[in-house]
T-cell receptor, first 112, second 114 residues
Framework: IAGITQAPTSQILAAGRRMTLRCTQDMRHNAMYWYRQDLGLGLRLIHY???????GKGEVPDGYSVSRANTDDFPLTLASAVPSQTSVYFC???????????FGPGTRLLVL | AQSVTQPDIHITVSEGASLELRCNYS??????LFWYVQSPGQGLQLLLKYFSGDTLVQGIKGFEAEFKRSQSSFNLRKPSVHWSDAAEYFCAVGAGQAGTALIFGKGTTLSVSS
């Protein structure tokens, strides 16, 4: 059982470039999330999806977009990367409201 | 608005000593509460969770936490710390209005001295 996979593991990106971070889960969880983790700030929610076909904005959605075409995949896109988007990005999933969230291994992104 | 406060940014304890990590939350209803641990360069692993019922919750790796509604706290404890417990610990509260998303505290880094 793989759980949640994220790709790439790490990436260096030039400012202004477009980038998609991939997230796939094999647990058939309804809900999926994207967080960014920054030193001293903890984890902050970027976007979420309660079920396939629906998405919502979290605490820090600006500069990011998501889609949820199916249950398993929840890609995060940076349309035009900026240095402030340098961070570690975690994808998570859960069965539903109040259920435990399971996290992927993260993607380390450096925007220059 | 919901929030989570972890007052201690960094704690150092001696191996074999007891540990308590503090967590205070602000939430309008009965919260769902979680403690996660993150080792360097790794993702987050669930230690324990509280949804309802017994206010003393047992988790993995010998950790426990107690929900105290009157104090809006959910402190994490371990009676005897091992060197492998050195990591960053995050408390989180379930934010029901935003689906099932979690609001995290800023984390407490635990160092273990020999």
């Amino acid at each position: 059982i793989a759980g949640i996979t994220q790709a790439p593991t790490s990436q260096i990106l030039a400012a202004g470039r477009r980038m998609t971070l991939r997230c796939t889960q094999d647990m058939r969880h309804n809900a999926m999330y994207w967080y960014r983790q920054d030193l001293g700030l903890g984890l902050r929610l970027i976007h979420y999806s309660n079920t396939a076909g629906t998405t919502g904005k979290g605490e820090v959605p600006d500069g990011y977009s998501v889609s949820r075409a199916n249950t398993d995949d929840f890609p995060l896109t940076l349309a035009s990367a900026v240095p402030s988007q340098t961070s570690v990005y975690f994808c998570a999933s859960s069965e539903g409201q109040g259920k435990t969230q399971y996290f992927g291994p993260g993607t380390r992104l450096l925007v220059l | 608005a919901q929030s989570v406060t972890q007052p201690d940014i960094h704690i150092t304890v001696s191996e074999g000593a007891s540990l308590e990590l503090r967590c205070n939350y602000s939430y309008g209803a009965t919260p769902y509460l979680f403690w996660y641990v993150q080792s360097p360069g790794q993702g987050l692993q669930l230690l324990l969770k509280y949804f309802s019922g017994d206010t003393l919750v047992q988790g993995i790796k010998g950790f426990e936490a107690e929900f105290k509604r009157s104090q809006s706290s959910f402190n994490l404890r371990k009676p005897s710390v091992h060197w492998s417990d050195a990591a960053e610990y995050f408390c989180a509260v379930g934010a029901g209005q935003a689906g099932t998303a979690l609001i995290f505290g800023k984390g407490t880094t635990l160092s273990v001295s020999s």
